[in-house]
């Protein structure tokens, strides 16, 4: 088992003796969708593909609320909001602007990307450094601007 999974794992038993509810139920929620994905692949996952997954749920918790705030469905945005903090707690400190735009200028000069069309390049080297721990649009953003300097 991986030691994330196991670290989930075992914060939904402190969870469950504090009678933590909507805690408990968001963490319940991370390890149906950590198992589902373990019985669909038939696989037993590492703390990489944790982290993919989890970065997963997080954008979505941000998409839901984005929307739910444009439909003036507070109730429902601030119960994603909710879900969203215990799923960040899991997740590495994030990355600082700096930090970002200092891998995005190593993978430009390692892959030896010249323009857009190498754009791919750029992406498959920093993903790994970055997964988690930044917003992949805002990732590729930066690579574009880089490339078109």
């Known amino acids: 088992m991986s030691e994330l ?3 989930i794992s075992d914060e939904m038993k402190a969870a469950m003796r504090a009678k933590a509810k909507e805690r408990l139920g968001t963490i319940r929620m991370i390890l149906a969708e950590l198992k589902r994905i373990e019985v669909d692949e038939r696989i037993e996952l590492d703390d990489a593909r944790v982290l993919a997954i989890l970065d997963k749920m997080q954008k979505q918790r941000r998409d839901s609320i984005e929307q739910f705030n ?8 601030d119960i994603e909001q909710q879900e969203l903090l215990v799923i960040r707690e899991f997740l590495p400190q994030p990355l600082t602007e700096a930090e970002l735009e200092a891998i995005v200028a190593q993978a430009v000069t390692d892959s ?8 791919g390049k750029v992406m498959a080297l920093v993903k790994p450094q970055v997964q988690g721990r930044a917003d992949m649009g805002a990732i590729s953003k930066l690579v574009k601007t880089a490339l078109n300097s």
């Open 5 to 7: 999974k196991k670290r």
């Open 70 to 77: 444009t439909a003036g469905r507070d109730d429902l945005a």
């Open 112 to 119: 030896g990307a010249q323009n857009m069309q190498d754009m």
